[in-house]
């Protein structure tokens, strides 16, 4: 018998899980709508069968324990709790809810600390014991590790990166404050900035052509690799907000590394270089070339779901 255990992704629209064993490979990978389930018994019963039905297609496999990454989701109370992007409204006991149809450890976190997770077990921190992973996607996630343990503080929602004000008053974010990292340093961050700065900026830009509800970062990235005056601009302003956010963050924990991840995090030197550049002018000096800015060492297309199971399987070995 092979001891595997199961990562689960819990988004807002789709829910990915996979069978993955110590070594980090995924055996199977399967999902569900999450969309389809407004009532989370439900979800947990077509979880569960699906789990069952995964175990089933694989012969000598025993499952060890369950990780799940989801949204607003909370460590220590194994709950997901009041996240505006899930059906389930209040405070959602999901772990005790998995556990009493399959009987084995069950620990939720949010996406990004199983992000870091998955960097620290999988990926490019697998000696490291100070680092931050950054996820970014439509918002900001993060995961801090120092000396070796995730960071959860008091309440279990510590080590949000994403919600340091870095403009005060600046735009509205939906944690309902102003200026937090988010809205400047994400996907959509970068998008709002470039709507601002295309009726700002008098210089040509194929990025004009694109109507503002169509417009992606992935789209900027690739104008901005060609030199789009725009584009560019955009670019460096958002890495000079990332900067900013990273270089406070350097100060409380010290890390060896930020890894950045996510479809942002895709626009590679385009966002690095300025990233670095920033740093090398503001980091305190005691930090200084202390701190290595990484692409995260885990693929885009299952690492949330090696990220969950890394969760469970460090969970499992302490
Ligand atoms: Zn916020």
């Not at 919600?163 to 600046?170: F, K």
């Not at 990025?207 to 690799?225: G, H, M």
């Not at 060896?256 to 690095?272: P, V």
């Not at 930090?287 to 693929?299: A, H, N, Q």
């Amino acid at each position: 018998m092979k001891n595997v255990v199961v990562g689960v992704d819990i988004g807002g629209t789709n829910t990915v899980f996979g069978l993955v064993d110590k070594a980090g490979k995924v055996l199977g990978e399967s999902h569900l709508k999450t969309t389809d389930y407004p009532v989370v018994n439900d979800f947990v019963k077509a979880l569960v069968a699906g789990i069952k039905k995964m175990m089933s297609d694989h012969a000598d496999v025993e499952l060890s324990g369950v990780g799940i990454g989801a949204p607003d989701a909370n460590f220590h109370r194994g709950t997901i709790e009041h996240a505006p992007n899930l059906a389930w409204k209040g405070i959602v006991p999901l772990a005790d809810l998995i556990k009493k149809e399959i009987n084995v450890p069950v620990v939720v976190t949010n996406d990004a600390n199983a992000a870091a997770m998955g960097e620290m077990v999988f990926g490019g921190a697998k000696n490291m014991k100070n680092f931050i992973v950054l996820t970014l996607g439509t918002g900001l996630g993060s995961g801090i590790v120092v000396d070796g343990k995730m960071v959860y503080g008091h309440t279990g929602f510590a080590g949000e990166v994403g919600h340091l004000i870095v403009v005060p008053n600046g735009r509205e974010c939906g944690c309902g404050r102003n200026g937090c990292l988010e809205t400047y340093a994400s996907a959509t961050g970068l998008v709002k900035t470039v709507s601002l700065m295309i009726s700002e900026m008098r210089e040509e830009s194929i990025l004009r052509d694109i109507p503002p509800s169509e417009l992606t970062s992935k789209q900027i990235a690739e104008a901005a690799a060609r030199k789009d005056p725009v584009a560019v601009k955009a670019m460096e302003y958002t890495a000079e907000k990332l900067g900013f956010g990273i270089v406070n963050s350097i100060v409380y924990t010290s890390p060896e590394a930020i890894f950045l991840f996510g479809g942002l995090a895709q626009a590679g030197e385009m966002l690095f270089k300025p990233v670095r550049e920033y740093l090398e002018k503001h980091n305190y000096v005691l930090f200084r070339d202390t701190v290595k800015i990484l692409p995260s060492g885990i693929s885009e297309s299952n690492g949330a779901v090696l990220g969950a199971a890394a969760l469970i399987l460090n969970e499992l070995s302490e």
